[in-house]
Protein backbone atom coordinates (compact mmCIF):
# COMPACT_ATOMS: atom_id res chain seq x y z
CA UNK A 1 0.00 0.00 0.00
CA UNK A 2 3.06 2.46 1.08
CA UNK A 3 4.08 1.85 -2.64
CA UNK A 4 0.93 2.44 -4.00
CA UNK A 5 0.22 5.78 -2.84
CA UNK A 6 3.68 6.78 -3.71
CA UNK A 7 3.35 5.68 -7.16
CA UNK A 8 0.61 8.16 -7.27
CA UNK A 9 2.06 10.61 -6.42
CA UNK A 10 5.55 9.93 -8.97
CA UNK A 11 2.88 9.57 -11.86
CA UNK A 12 0.81 12.25 -11.24
CA UNK A 13 4.08 14.50 -10.98
CA UNK A 14 5.42 12.93 -13.72
CA UNK A 15 3.24 11.60 -16.74
CA UNK A 16 0.13 13.78 -18.04
CA UNK A 17 -2.91 12.23 -15.97
CA UNK A 18 -5.57 15.15 -16.55
CA UNK A 19 -9.21 14.72 -18.25
CA UNK A 20 -8.92 15.37 -22.19
CA UNK A 21 -10.79 18.24 -21.12
CA UNK A 22 -11.30 21.18 -18.45
CA UNK A 23 -15.15 22.00 -18.18
CA UNK A 24 -14.16 25.15 -16.46
CA UNK A 25 -13.15 26.69 -19.37
CA UNK A 26 -16.95 26.19 -20.62
CA UNK A 27 -18.20 29.04 -18.19
CA UNK A 28 -17.65 32.91 -18.27
CA UNK A 29 -18.54 35.16 -15.33
CA UNK A 30 -19.86 38.50 -16.66
CA UNK A 31 -17.42 41.15 -17.01
CA UNK A 32 -18.55 44.86 -15.05
CA UNK A 33 -17.12 47.36 -16.52
CA UNK A 34 -17.53 49.98 -14.24
CA UNK A 35 -17.38 47.70 -10.49
CA UNK A 36 -17.34 50.98 -8.67
CA UNK A 37 -15.61 48.85 -5.93
CA UNK A 38 -11.84 49.67 -4.62
CA UNK A 39 -9.90 46.30 -4.99
CA UNK A 40 -8.28 46.72 -2.02
CA UNK A 41 -11.35 46.23 0.02
CA UNK A 42 -12.36 43.10 -1.24
CA UNK A 43 -12.97 40.35 1.59
CA UNK A 44 -12.45 37.05 0.46
CA UNK A 45 -12.67 35.10 4.14
CA UNK A 46 -15.41 33.03 4.54
CA UNK A 47 -16.88 30.51 7.44
CA UNK A 48 -16.66 26.95 6.23
CA UNK A 49 -17.65 24.25 8.82
CA UNK A 50 -17.82 26.77 11.43
CA UNK A 51 -14.40 27.66 10.94
CA UNK A 52 -12.84 31.16 9.24
CA UNK A 53 -11.03 30.94 6.03
CA UNK A 54 -9.46 33.89 4.82
CA UNK A 55 -10.46 32.09 1.20
CA UNK A 56 -12.92 29.72 0.52
CA UNK A 57 -10.17 27.39 -0.51
CA UNK A 58 -9.46 23.72 0.69
CA UNK A 59 -5.82 21.93 -0.40
CA UNK A 60 -7.41 18.68 -1.15
CA UNK A 61 -6.37 15.99 0.59
CA UNK A 62 -3.65 13.80 -1.21
CA UNK A 63 -1.19 12.03 0.05
CA UNK A 64 0.33 9.99 3.19
CA UNK A 65 1.42 6.75 4.30
CA UNK A 66 5.58 6.84 3.30
CA UNK A 67 8.31 8.41 4.26
CA UNK A 68 8.61 11.42 1.74
CA UNK A 69 5.32 11.92 1.95
CA UNK A 70 6.08 13.64 5.42
CA UNK A 71 7.88 16.44 3.64
CA UNK A 72 4.91 17.03 1.03
CA UNK A 73 2.00 17.58 3.96
CA UNK A 74 4.55 19.59 5.47
CA UNK A 75 4.99 21.95 2.60
CA UNK A 76 1.34 22.12 1.79
CA UNK A 77 0.42 22.16 5.69
CA UNK A 78 2.79 25.12 6.06
CA UNK A 79 1.31 26.95 3.18
CA UNK A 80 -2.35 26.29 4.19
CA UNK A 81 -1.76 28.06 7.69
CA UNK A 82 0.28 30.98 5.83
CA UNK A 83 -3.27 31.91 3.86
CA UNK A 84 -5.71 30.50 6.41
CA UNK A 85 -6.91 28.25 4.46
CA UNK A 86 -8.16 24.13 4.66
CA UNK A 87 -6.57 21.48 4.30
CA UNK A 88 -7.29 17.65 4.22
CA UNK A 89 -4.73 14.43 4.04
CA UNK A 90 -5.07 11.61 1.76
CA UNK A 91 -6.31 8.39 3.06
CA UNK A 92 -5.51 7.42 6.37
CA UNK A 93 -5.84 3.61 5.85
CA UNK A 94 -2.27 3.68 5.71
CA UNK A 95 -1.12 5.13 9.00
CA UNK A 96 -4.11 3.22 11.01
CA UNK A 97 -2.75 -0.22 10.14
CA UNK A 98 0.96 0.89 10.47
CA UNK A 99 2.07 3.37 13.14
CA UNK A 100 5.71 3.88 11.67
CA UNK A 101 3.97 6.39 9.40
CA UNK A 102 1.68 8.14 10.97
CA UNK A 103 3.96 11.04 10.83
CA UNK A 104 3.06 11.68 7.54
CA UNK A 105 -0.38 12.60 7.98
CA UNK A 106 0.20 13.87 11.89
CA UNK A 107 2.70 16.71 11.05
CA UNK A 108 0.16 18.95 9.54
CA UNK A 109 -0.62 18.90 13.41
CA UNK A 110 2.50 21.49 14.10
CA UNK A 111 0.71 24.12 11.59
CA UNK A 112 -2.36 26.47 12.53
CA UNK A 113 -4.45 25.35 9.94
CA UNK A 114 -8.05 26.70 10.24
CA UNK A 115 -9.83 23.76 8.26
CA UNK A 116 -8.55 20.20 8.87
CA UNK A 117 -10.18 16.81 6.99
CA UNK A 118 -9.40 13.74 8.20
CA UNK A 119 -9.66 11.22 5.22
CA UNK A 120 -10.57 7.24 4.86
CA UNK A 121 -12.09 5.39 2.07
CA UNK A 122 -15.77 4.02 2.06
CA UNK A 123 -13.92 0.72 1.11
CA UNK A 124 -12.13 0.48 3.53
CA UNK A 125 -15.23 1.23 5.58
CA UNK A 126 -16.79 -1.83 4.35
CA UNK A 127 -14.00 -3.73 5.47
CA UNK A 128 -13.60 -2.64 8.90
CA UNK A 129 -16.39 -3.67 11.99
CA UNK A 130 -15.05 -0.91 14.27
CA UNK A 131 -15.36 1.15 11.34
CA UNK A 132 -16.24 4.10 13.59
CA UNK A 133 -13.56 3.33 16.08
CA UNK A 134 -11.18 3.77 13.28
CA UNK A 135 -12.63 7.10 11.72
CA UNK A 136 -12.16 8.38 15.37
CA UNK A 137 -8.72 7.05 15.43
CA UNK A 138 -7.99 9.16 12.05
CA UNK A 139 -9.64 12.16 13.43
CA UNK A 140 -7.38 12.31 16.22
CA UNK A 141 -4.64 11.25 14.31
CA UNK A 142 -4.42 14.91 12.63
CA UNK A 143 -6.72 16.69 14.79
CA UNK A 144 -8.60 16.95 12.43
CA UNK A 145 -12.57 19.47 12.62
CA UNK A 146 -14.17 17.44 9.70
CA UNK A 147 -13.51 13.71 8.59
CA UNK A 148 -14.16 13.20 4.51
CA UNK A 149 -15.69 9.43 3.44
CA UNK A 150 -13.89 9.16 -0.11
CA UNK A 151 -15.78 7.31 -3.14
CA UNK A 152 -13.12 6.21 -5.65
CA UNK A 153 -15.01 3.15 -7.31
CA UNK A 154 -13.61 4.22 -10.86
CA UNK A 155 -10.16 3.77 -9.38
CA UNK A 156 -11.20 0.70 -7.64
CA UNK A 157 -12.25 -0.85 -11.13
CA UNK A 158 -8.97 0.13 -12.74
CA UNK A 159 -6.31 -0.91 -10.32
CA UNK A 160 -5.12 -4.24 -10.54
CA UNK A 161 -5.68 -4.85 -6.88
CA UNK A 162 -9.26 -3.13 -6.80
CA UNK A 163 -11.80 -3.15 -4.31
CA UNK A 164 -14.92 -3.96 -6.41
CA UNK A 165 -17.45 -4.54 -3.58
CA UNK A 166 -19.58 -1.30 -3.05
CA UNK A 167 -22.23 -3.53 -1.76
CA UNK A 168 -23.52 -2.11 2.25
CA UNK A 169 -21.56 1.72 1.48
CA UNK A 170 -24.54 4.29 2.65
CA UNK A 171 -25.45 1.63 5.42
CA UNK A 172 -21.68 2.30 6.79
CA UNK A 173 -21.33 5.83 5.83
CA UNK A 174 -24.93 6.51 7.91
CA UNK A 175 -23.35 4.27 10.94
CA UNK A 176 -20.36 6.51 10.98
CA UNK A 177 -21.61 9.86 10.34
CA UNK A 178 -24.04 9.19 13.25
CA UNK A 179 -21.66 8.09 15.77
CA UNK A 180 -17.94 9.65 15.60
CA UNK A 181 -16.83 12.43 17.36
CA UNK A 182 -16.47 15.09 14.50
CA UNK A 183 -18.78 16.01 11.54
CA UNK A 184 -18.64 14.05 8.43
CA UNK A 185 -18.82 14.98 4.53
CA UNK A 186 -18.33 12.50 1.64
CA UNK A 187 -16.24 13.25 -1.15
CA UNK A 188 -16.12 11.47 -4.52
CA UNK A 189 -12.50 11.44 -5.97
CA UNK A 190 -12.66 12.44 -9.70
CA UNK A 191 -15.90 11.07 -11.15
CA UNK A 192 -18.55 13.23 -9.56
CA UNK A 193 -21.80 12.85 -7.56
CA UNK A 194 -25.15 12.71 -8.79
CA UNK A 195 -27.80 14.45 -7.70
CA UNK A 196 -29.56 11.13 -7.29
CA UNK A 197 -26.01 10.31 -5.53
CA UNK A 198 -26.85 12.79 -3.10
CA UNK A 199 -30.12 12.09 -2.18
CA UNK A 200 -29.62 8.82 -1.12
CA UNK A 201 -27.22 10.74 1.20
CA UNK A 202 -29.29 12.92 2.81
CA UNK A 203 -30.54 10.08 4.74
CA UNK A 204 -27.30 9.80 6.33
CA UNK A 205 -26.28 12.43 9.22
CA UNK A 206 -22.90 13.99 6.70
CA UNK A 207 -23.04 17.50 6.92
CA UNK A 208 -21.41 18.50 3.28
CA UNK A 209 -20.80 16.95 -0.57
CA UNK A 210 -17.12 17.44 -1.95
CA UNK A 211 -18.56 16.62 -5.75
CA UNK A 212 -14.80 15.70 -6.78
CA UNK A 213 -15.64 15.45 -10.52
CA UNK A 214 -14.16 15.15 -14.22
CA UNK A 215 -12.10 17.25 -15.75
CA UNK A 216 -8.97 17.45 -13.57
CA UNK A 217 -6.99 14.31 -12.20
CA UNK A 218 -8.12 11.31 -13.72
CA UNK A 219 -7.65 8.34 -11.17
CA UNK A 220 -8.48 5.93 -14.23
CA UNK A 221 -5.33 7.35 -16.11
CA UNK A 222 -3.12 7.27 -12.53
CA UNK A 223 -4.40 3.44 -12.94
CA UNK A 224 -3.93 2.48 -15.98
CA UNK A 225 -0.59 3.79 -15.58
CA UNK A 226 -0.14 1.21 -12.42
CA UNK A 227 -1.23 -1.37 -14.51
CA UNK A 228 1.35 -0.53 -17.18
CA UNK A 229 4.23 -0.60 -14.53
CA UNK A 230 3.10 -3.97 -14.03
CA UNK A 231 2.81 -5.33 -17.39
CA UNK A 232 -1.24 -5.64 -17.15
CA UNK A 233 -2.30 -4.69 -20.75
CA UNK A 234 -5.94 -5.48 -19.80
CA UNK A 235 -6.13 -2.80 -16.97
CA UNK A 236 -4.13 -0.38 -18.38
CA UNK A 237 -6.37 -0.33 -21.51
CA UNK A 238 -9.44 -0.45 -19.31
CA UNK A 239 -7.79 2.71 -17.92
CA UNK A 240 -7.79 4.40 -20.96
CA UNK A 241 -11.30 3.54 -22.20
CA UNK A 242 -12.09 5.30 -19.03
CA UNK A 243 -9.76 8.52 -18.61
CA UNK A 244 -12.79 10.02 -19.13
CA UNK A 245 -15.29 9.39 -17.29
CA UNK A 246 -16.97 11.11 -14.72
CA UNK A 247 -19.33 13.93 -14.17
CA UNK A 248 -18.06 17.27 -14.29
CA UNK A 249 -17.51 19.07 -11.85
CA UNK A 250 -19.37 22.73 -12.44
CA UNK A 251 -22.30 20.36 -13.82
CA UNK A 252 -22.35 17.96 -10.22
CA UNK A 253 -22.38 22.18 -8.50
CA UNK A 254 -25.57 23.32 -10.73
CA UNK A 255 -27.26 20.25 -10.02
CA UNK A 256 -26.62 19.62 -6.55
CA UNK A 257 -26.48 23.44 -5.50
CA UNK A 258 -30.18 24.03 -4.39
CA UNK A 259 -30.38 20.29 -2.92
CA UNK A 260 -27.43 20.76 -0.87
CA UNK A 261 -29.02 24.66 -0.16
CA UNK A 262 -32.46 23.10 1.10
CA UNK A 263 -30.71 20.55 3.26
CA UNK A 264 -28.38 22.82 4.68
CA UNK A 265 -25.20 20.77 3.58
CA UNK A 266 -21.73 22.49 2.62
CA UNK A 267 -21.22 22.19 -0.73
CA UNK A 268 -17.47 21.89 -2.38
CA UNK A 269 -16.15 21.63 -5.85
CA UNK A 270 -12.78 19.99 -6.64
CA UNK A 271 -11.98 18.64 -9.77
CA UNK A 272 -9.81 20.39 -12.47
CA UNK A 273 -9.67 23.65 -10.04
CA UNK A 274 -6.50 24.96 -11.72
CA UNK A 275 -6.55 28.92 -10.24
CA UNK A 276 -8.63 31.15 -8.61
CA UNK A 277 -10.57 31.90 -11.75
CA UNK A 278 -11.75 28.27 -11.15
CA UNK A 279 -12.44 28.92 -7.96
CA UNK A 280 -15.07 31.96 -8.27
CA UNK A 281 -16.69 30.16 -11.54
CA UNK A 282 -17.21 27.46 -8.80
CA UNK A 283 -18.87 29.78 -5.93
CA UNK A 284 -20.64 31.60 -8.08
CA UNK A 285 -22.28 28.63 -9.73
CA UNK A 286 -23.26 27.51 -6.24
CA UNK A 287 -20.26 25.61 -4.24
CA UNK A 288 -19.62 27.38 -0.81
CA UNK A 289 -15.85 26.57 -1.34
CA UNK A 290 -13.52 24.95 -3.97
CA UNK A 291 -10.66 22.50 -3.39
CA UNK A 292 -7.94 21.52 -5.70
CA UNK A 293 -4.65 18.88 -5.51
CA UNK A 294 -3.00 18.47 -8.84
CA UNK A 295 -2.32 21.98 -8.96
CA UNK A 296 -0.47 22.26 -5.73
CA UNK A 297 1.29 18.38 -5.91
CA UNK A 298 2.26 19.49 -9.62
CA UNK A 299 3.83 23.43 -9.15
CA UNK A 300 7.35 24.11 -8.11
CA UNK A 301 6.68 26.27 -5.43
CA UNK A 302 3.23 25.60 -3.60
CA UNK A 303 3.32 29.17 -1.97
CA UNK A 304 3.80 30.69 -5.28
CA UNK A 305 0.77 28.67 -6.47
CA UNK A 306 -1.46 29.74 -3.55
CA UNK A 307 -0.02 33.87 -4.08
CA UNK A 308 -1.57 32.98 -7.96
CA UNK A 309 -5.16 31.69 -6.48
CA UNK A 310 -5.29 34.20 -4.51
CA UNK A 311 -4.64 36.91 -6.55
CA UNK A 312 -6.48 35.38 -9.66
CA UNK A 313 -9.63 34.81 -7.29
CA UNK A 314 -9.52 38.34 -6.32
CA UNK A 315 -9.00 39.92 -9.51
CA UNK A 316 -12.05 37.22 -10.36
CA UNK A 317 -14.05 39.49 -7.74
CA UNK A 318 -13.13 43.20 -8.65
CA UNK A 319 -14.04 42.67 -12.38
CA UNK A 320 -17.49 41.16 -11.39
CA UNK A 321 -17.85 43.76 -8.83
CA UNK A 322 -18.00 41.36 -6.13
CA UNK A 323 -16.80 42.89 -2.24
CA UNK A 324 -17.52 39.55 -0.89
CA UNK A 325 -18.08 35.41 -1.11
CA UNK A 326 -21.84 36.41 -0.89
CA UNK A 327 -22.34 38.65 -3.32
CA UNK A 328 -19.82 35.95 -5.52
CA UNK A 329 -22.57 33.64 -5.31
CA UNK A 330 -24.54 35.75 -6.33
CA UNK A 331 -22.63 36.85 -9.64
CA UNK A 332 -23.82 36.20 -13.48
CA UNK A 333 -22.29 33.30 -14.98
CA UNK A 334 -22.82 32.07 -18.08
CA UNK A 335 -22.10 28.55 -20.37
CA UNK A 336 -20.77 28.86 -23.75
C1 LIG B 1 -1.60 12.09 -5.86
C2 LIG B 1 -3.05 12.17 -5.45
C3 LIG B 1 -3.50 11.33 -4.44
C4 LIG B 1 -4.83 11.39 -4.02
N1 LIG B 1 -5.23 10.62 -2.95
C5 LIG B 1 -6.47 10.80 -2.44
C6 LIG B 1 -6.86 10.14 -1.23
O1 LIG B 1 -6.09 9.38 -0.63
N2 LIG B 1 -8.11 10.38 -0.75
C7 LIG B 1 -8.98 11.22 -1.41
O2 LIG B 1 -10.10 11.44 -0.92
N3 LIG B 1 -8.65 11.83 -2.56
C8 LIG B 1 -7.42 11.66 -3.07
N4 LIG B 1 -7.06 12.34 -4.22
C9 LIG B 1 -8.10 13.03 -5.00
C10 LIG B 1 -8.12 14.53 -4.77
O3 LIG B 1 -8.50 14.86 -3.46
C11 LIG B 1 -9.06 15.23 -5.77
O4 LIG B 1 -10.39 14.85 -5.51
C12 LIG B 1 -8.74 14.91 -7.22
O5 LIG B 1 -7.36 14.84 -7.43
C13 LIG B 1 -9.32 15.97 -8.17
O6 LIG B 1 -8.74 17.23 -7.96
P1 LIG B 1 -7.66 17.90 -8.97
O7 LIG B 1 -8.29 17.85 -10.33
O8 LIG B 1 -7.48 19.29 -8.43
O9 LIG B 1 -6.42 17.07 -8.89
C14 LIG B 1 -5.74 12.29 -4.65
C15 LIG B 1 -5.26 13.11 -5.68
C16 LIG B 1 -3.96 13.06 -6.09
C17 LIG B 1 -3.50 13.98 -7.18
Known amino acids: ?67 EAIKINE ?48 PQLLEWEDAAEKANE ?41 SITKPTIVKETGAGISIETAEKLLDTDIVGIDVGGAGGTS ?7 RAAMRGDKIQEELGKIFWDWGIPTPYCIMELAELCNDAGLTLIATGGIRHGLDVAKAI ?6 AAAAAAFLNSESVEEKMEVFARSLKAAMFLTGCKN ?8 IWTL
Request: glycine share 8%.
Open 1 to 67: MKDRKKEHVEIVRSKDVSHSYNYWDDFILLHNALPEINMDEIDMGTKLFGKQLNMPLIIAGMTGGFE
Open 75 to 122: ELAKVAEKYGIGMGVGSQRAGLKDRSVEESYSVIKKYKIPLKIANIGA
Open 138 to 178: AIKMINADVLAIHLNFLQEVIQPEGERNAKGCIKKIAEVSA
Open 219 to 225: FAAVEAY
Open 284 to 289: ALGAHA
Open 325 to 332: IEELREAE
